[in-house]
């Protein structure tokens, strides 16, 4: 059991950076990731189509002996998460909102929280209701930001152009006049925001805290691995990346690198229907 792999699914590359994360806590562990690239973004569908694809995602990774699933993607973990409790309910699934809401609660002295994500995201408030369930008194603002995904496809990361954006979104809930009317704490939910994180600093300055939902999630696995005693053995060697794609397989390794932080060869992508 504890040499099976973890599964990761996101819409596409974006939920790398969910498993970059996981690789730094837990190098030793084999990975088994899926990036549904063909049908990507999640972001701007109804909640129907989401959980179906990510029912699709789910049934995929199942072949592959998982002892735990990870939503590697904000949007999916926002709407689907009692979709595939529901049909896998001996299996330990992990989303990212839990984790990011817990790291911005701990983060945010005033208490006073911003987030950003997919327009699903955003709409189905899961970091609201996640936030408030820890923080009732919390003061929460919510803004979709829908174009950082589309630059980050791009591989546009950094500069005028993306701090411009970034200020597009953000000036309105930063640049207050009142500074006790301004979160200190900006949640980034979106796999692909980490991304951002310098510019978005840039802009809305250093007394505000990042949160990347990325890095969270990563030691809620590793928690819930040790509390389990399902952590691959420390001794054995570096664990094994695999990855799914279900569209060009070139591609997913050319943007992947950059979300991954390390080359993505060829011949360790597979391409699959689901
Ligand atoms: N992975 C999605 C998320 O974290 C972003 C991309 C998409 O819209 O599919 O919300």
């Known amino acids: 059991m504890n ?5 990761l699914f996101d819409s596409g590359v974006g ?24 049908r990507l973004p999640y972001g701007t569908k109804s909640k129907e189509t989401i959980i179906r ?13 998982l002892k735990l699933l990870v ?14 409790k529901e049909k896998y309910p001996h299996m330990d699934i992990i989303g990212v909102v839990e984790p990011g809401a817990q790291a911005a609660c701990i983060a945010s002295q005033k208490g006073h929280i911003a987030i950003i994500g997919t327009e699903s995201t955003i709409r189905g408030k899961a970091y609201e209701h996640a936030i ?21 496809e791009e591989g546009l990361i950094e500069g005028p152009l993306v701090e411009g954006i970034a200020a597009h979104y953000l000036d309105e809930i930063f640049k207050n006049t009142n500074a006790a009317n301004t979160p200190d704490t900006l949640v980034l939910g979106c796999t692909h925001f980490p991304l951002f994180k310098k510019s978005i600093q840039n802009v809305v300055g250093n007394t505000v805290t990042l949160v990347d939902s990325a890095q969270t999630t990563a030691k809620a696995v590793q928690q819930l691995l040790k509390d389990k005693n399902h952590l691959r053995d420390s001794h054995d060697s570096q664990g094994s990346m695999r990855f ?7 591609k997913f390794s050319q943007i992947g690198e950059s979300f991954l932080g390390i080359p993505l060869k060829n011949n360790t992508v597979e391409l699959v229907d689901l």
């Open 132 to 152: 408030l369930a820890i923080n009732k008194h919390a003061k929460i603002v919510a803004k979709p930001s829908p174009l950082f995904v589309a630059m980050a």
């Open 15 to 38: 939920g790398l950076t969910v498993l970059r994360s996981l690789q730094e806590v837990l190098p030793q562990e084999n990975y088994i990731y899926l990036g549904d690239t063909a």
């Open 244 to 250: 799914l794609t279900t569209d060009d397989i070139a």
């Open 71 to 84: 939503m590697a993607c904000n949007t999916v973990s926002s709407v689907a998460l009692p979709a595939l």
């Open 53 to 65: 694809y990510a029912l699709q995602c789910t049934d995929k990774l199942m072949e592959h002996n």
């Open 3 to 7: 040499n099976n792999p973890i599964g």
